[in-house]
């Protein structure tokens, strides 16, 4: 299971941290990716974690960081100099097996937390 949580209403330039705690497997056997969805809008990948390797959305650069803490078994996305069109439904998921040219596929990715909703808005 992955559960994600940390969203919440902030103003623009401000910064949140969402968490992906994570059950049933290691977080770090698999690849773990943070996807987001607007009102109107298809998922986006924003960000992506697998072994040593990291990966992020143009539209995240230098103001998204993600990462891993395996004693915890969580997955971290800190996100900086937020955005109104940051706004999103906030979803982290798993993948067994995905290219990591194609992270930012939605249907590589089996297991889905229920989302957090983040609203950037003054």
């Known amino acids: 299971q992955l559960q994600a949580f940390g969203g919440g209403l902030v103003q623009p330039g401000g910064s949140l941290r969402l968490s992906c705690a994570v059950s049933?497997?290691?977080?770090?056997?698999?690849?773990i990716s943070w996807f987001r969805q607007a009102p109107g809008k298809e998922r986006e990948g924003v960000s992506y974690i697998n072994v040593g390797r990291k990966s992020y959305a143009d539209s995240v650069k230098g103001r998204f960081t993600i990462s891993r803490d395996n004693a915890k078994n969580t997955v971290y996305l800190q996100m900086n100099s937020l955005k109104p069109e940051d706004t999103a439904v906030y979803y982290c998921?798993?993948?067994?097996?995905?290219?990591?040219?194609?992270?930012?596929?939605?249907?590589?990715?089996?297991?889905w937390g229920q989302g957090t909703l983040v609203t950037v808005s003054s």
């Open positions: 049933g497997f290691a977080v770090d056997d698999y690849a």
């Open positions: 998921a798993r993948a067994p097996r995905v290219p990591f040219s194609l992270w930012r596929i939605p249907t590589y990715y089996t297991y």
